[in-house]
């Protein structure tokens, strides 16, 4: 490929689609390989990429490590522990009317041209998550990092080549434009992670080829407090869930839901909890990033005064810096209730009981994740079989995306389909029937 012509959306499809028709991908050895070249990358690249994250979101090197190389690292090793485990054919049990001499099985197959297109506010776990899946699965795969993140995308864009078989893997920096374009294309799967808007659009472009569909969406992940908790230890956990990364993160708790006396008592508790984490002056604390652009600044900005400030509420568009915020006496349809907040802004809504909390959960769009926080066994069993989100998590936001056995995905408007673990390998690959009867 000449470097200075940039190849064309469908030329890219070609190549790796005749890598795809060579059967070079398909070997588990190929796939295996692939997976330890980009664990490579990880360990060999990660402060490079801790620098990109730095400037894109003010991410700290901790948090950076924690939340984006080493969480891909350790998806990519159980990966490489059970793959030849999960791709095993799995008998099926055969009906008398076909002989006793008739098998039968399911395999994996691998799709084909995959597409992942990645957003900004974890831009490399959110690319390398589902590609590491691509690739086990056989695929090859187009990644588009999100342009929102341009120092992580264009990081991304120099070493993965370096890495990976550049036949199978190929990076497609851009914007709108760019994405349109290879949208345009036929692929055998689209994977896709941001907000519903686009999400439609990606799904109305797949339909022109029937190409399936993950999406990995975002909304208002409630977080129910109930009665009689531990104050102190929600208010600790509430607040790192919440404010990880400047609250840009899609299973963030969105909101709380308690009963006004719980309220009440929450409030020193947050205040105190965001002190004991980010210091007296959060501002100063490396731990703390920042708003990804001035667009999201200002829409956040203009969320402050929903509410009675609780703690923070403070903000400097120059560096865009937002405190980390708690707000009280929360209106339900006040503008911080209308959208996913997606920054660190956490209003309290109050509710009588448990059951007006049920309501209002379902009388909004299904959540990515529900918390809650609650001592009760019936309160645990309600609100597992009374509501609906993409993923349940009682006493610890954000957890359940860290276990690999778990599907991480959506239902409703938070998306559709799932990944993780095995779970990204029935995503990326087609379970075929096989059916076998001897001749003679
Ligand atoms: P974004 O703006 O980076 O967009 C995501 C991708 O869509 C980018 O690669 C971008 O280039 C592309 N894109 C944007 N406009 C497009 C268009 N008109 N046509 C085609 N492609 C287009 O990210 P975002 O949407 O701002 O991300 C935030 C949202 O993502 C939030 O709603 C959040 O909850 C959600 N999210 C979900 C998950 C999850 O795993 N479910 C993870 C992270 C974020």
């Not at 297109?117 to 899946?133: H, K, R």
């Not at 911080?336 to 309501?359: K, S, W």
Request: aromatic share 6%.
């Amino acid at each position: 490929m000449n470097d200075r012509t940039p190849e064309q959306p469908a030329d890219t499809v070609a190549r790796l689609r005749a890598t795809f028709r060579s059967g070079r991908t398909q070997p588990l050895a190929w796939r295996t390989t692939q997976l330890r070249r980009l664990r490579d990358m990880l360990t060999t690249h990660g402060a490079d990429l801790a620098e990109a994250l730095h400037a894109d979101l003010g991410k700290s090197s901790t948090e950076a490590f924690r939340t984006e190389i080493d969480f891909t690292i350790r998806e990519i090793d159980h990966t490489l522990e059970h793959l030849a485990d999960w791709l095993r054919p799995e008998p099926a049990p055969v009906p008398a009317h076909l002989g006793a001499d008739a098998t039968a099985h399911t395999q994996y197959d691998p799709l084909g041209v995959v597409l992942v297109i990645a957003p900004w506010n974890y831009p490399v776990q959110l690319l390398l998550t589902p590609l590491l899946g691509a690739l086990a699965s056989g695929n090859v795969v187009v990644v588009k990092p999100s342009e929102m993140a341009p120092a992580t995308s264009s990081a991304l864009a120099r070493l993965l080549p370096r890495h990976l078989d550049t036949d199978a893997v190929a990076v497609v920096e851009g914007a709108v434009p760019e994405t349109t374009a290879l949208l345009a294309e036929r692929f055998d799967h689209i994977f896709y992670t941001g907000n519903g808007t686009v999400g439609r659009i990606v799904m109305r472009a797949a339909a022109e080829h029937l190409t399936p569909v993950t999406l990995e969406l975002g909304g208002k992940s409630p977080a129910f407090v109930d009665r009689g908790a531990d104050l102190s230890v929600v208010a600790d956990r509430l607040v790192r869930g919440k404010f990880l990364n400047a609250g840009q993160t899609c299973v963030a708790p969105d909101y709380v839901l308690t009963d006004p006396e719980t309220a009440r008592a929450l409030e020193p508790e947050f205040a105190r909890a965001v002190e004991a984490l980010f210091g007296a002056d959060p501002q100063s604390s490396r731990e703390f990033g920042r708003i990804v652009n001035e667009r999201h600044f200002d829409r956040l900005a203009a969320l402050l005064d929903s509410g009675r400030t609780v703690t923070g509420g403070g903000t400097d568009r120059a560096t865009k810096y937002i405190a980390p915020t708690v707000l009280a006496d929360v209106d339900p349809k006040s503008p911080v209730m209308r959208e996913e907040i997606f920054g660190p802004i956490l209003p309290v809504i109050t509710v009588a009981d448990l059951g007006e909390a049920i309501e209002f959960i379902n009388d909004r769009d299904k959540p990515l994740a529900l918390y809650a926080f609650t001592e009760s066994d019936r309160t645990r069993e309600r609100l597992a079989a009374e509501t609906s989100s993409g993923g349940l998590g009682f006493g610890l936001p954000l957890a359940h995306l860290t276990v690999s056995d778990l599907p991480f995905g959506g239902v409703g408007e938070s998306g559709m389909g799932n990944y993780h673990g095995r779970y990204s390998i029935e995503t990326f690959s087609h379970r075929k029937a096989v059916l076998s009867k001897p001749l003679g």
